[in-house]
């Protein structure tokens, strides 16, 4: 069965979750419920929801490999005809996820071998001026461009040297609907790790730890025949990022001007996305304590 994913089953986070329920989990919930209920998210007229009866099928990977890439990320400066021109591209048909509140961001997202997959991110035009919204909005027109990527791993094991100086966005990432990830309604949690003041944006990987697999986004995204061939990072000579990536699977790594290439094996031949001076994600209410974001003041 093919699911169509509710724009309500967006993730949400917050800095502040433990592993077991406490009461800051409870005002999660509580936050959740008022998300879901108020307009946070954009909904488009076109986008369905599923039926009441209608349960999504769930194929959970019995391993995933850490220290290997997870997801890969490219913008478009406008969100549908980024989907209709990946779609058009590969032959592979993205799976509308919705827009976070904050992030100026809506996303959609396409399932890949050995549970790694492409997030298509574009300005959430709801709120263009918001969060990555103008930086998305700025990118070239009429193109998919590699934005970021992520790494599987442990928070704990990404050490960065005091001499770096680097900043670290330790983030617990929440399911807005934890009911589709298991009946007896537990917080669907996972752990993202953002990296800033390296100077080189999205060369430097975003890193993810899915707390159990039954929470990773390939679980419930329609298979494909398609897979990443390759992704390479380039990056100065000296440069702290050549040691954090060291042996990590699935990425090649250069010398030079930051860039950053994407290559997909699809059902259309070979396709090969690259950018020099990478981006990156932002996550909504990084370095602000005002913002009013879902994981602040909990």
């Known amino acids: 069965m093919t699911e169509t994913l509710h724009p309500k ?27 879901m209920g108020d307009a946070g998210l954009d909904v488009d007229d076109d986008d369905s929801e599923p039926g009441e009866d209608e349960k999504p099928d769930v194929d959970v990977p019995d391993f995933l490999p850490m220290n290997s890439l997870d997801h890969v990320l490219l913008a478009t ?7 209709e021109l990946f779609e058009e591209m590969t032959g592979l048909k993205p799976t509308k996820i919705g827009a976070l509140r904050g992030a100026g961001s809506k996303s959609a997202r396409v399932r890949l071998d050995k549970n790694t997959f492409v997030e298509i991110i574009g300005p959430d035009d709801k709120n263009p001026s918001e969060g990555m ?10 193109k998919l461009v590699p934005f970021h990527y992520a790494i599987r791993q442990e ?10 100086n680097w900043d670290r966005d330790e983030v617990v ?21 953002l990296l800033y003041k390296h100077g080189i944006g ?21 298979k494909t025949s398609g897979r990443i061939s390759y992704v390479q990072v380039q990056a100065p000579s000296g440069h702290y990022v050549h ?7 699935g990425i090649t790594l250069h010398y030079g001007e930051p860039e950053l290439v994407v290559s997909l094996d699809t059902p259309r031949g070979e396709i090969t996305f690259s950018a020099s001076n990478p981006k990156g994600v932002v996550m909504p209410g ?7 974001s879902l994981r602040k003041n909990l």
């Not at 040691?243 to 699977?249: Q, Y």
């Open 243 to 249: 040691e954090l990536l060291d042996r990590a699977e």
């Open 9 to 35: 089953q967006i993730p949400i986070s917050s800095r502040y979750l433990d592993d077991e329920e406490t009461e800051e989990d409870v005002a999660m919930k509580a936050k959740l419920a008022a998300f």
């Open 155 to 164: 928070k704990e094991k990404v050490v960065i040297p005091e001499s770096e």
């Open 286 to 292: 990084f370095g602000d304590e005002n913002h009013p």
């Open 133 to 142: 919204g103008p930086t998305l909005s700025a990118m070239p027109k009429g």
């Open 77 to 83: 400066n406008n969100w549908k005809e980024g989907m």
């Open 202 to 222: 999205g060369a430097v990987p975003a890193f993810v730890n899915w707390r159990e697999n039954k929470f990773h986004p390939t679980c419930r995204l329609p």
């Open 173 to 193: 990432m929440v399911h807005a609907d934890p009911d589709a990830f298991d009946e007896s309604g537990e917080v669907a949690k996972w752990d993202f790790l």
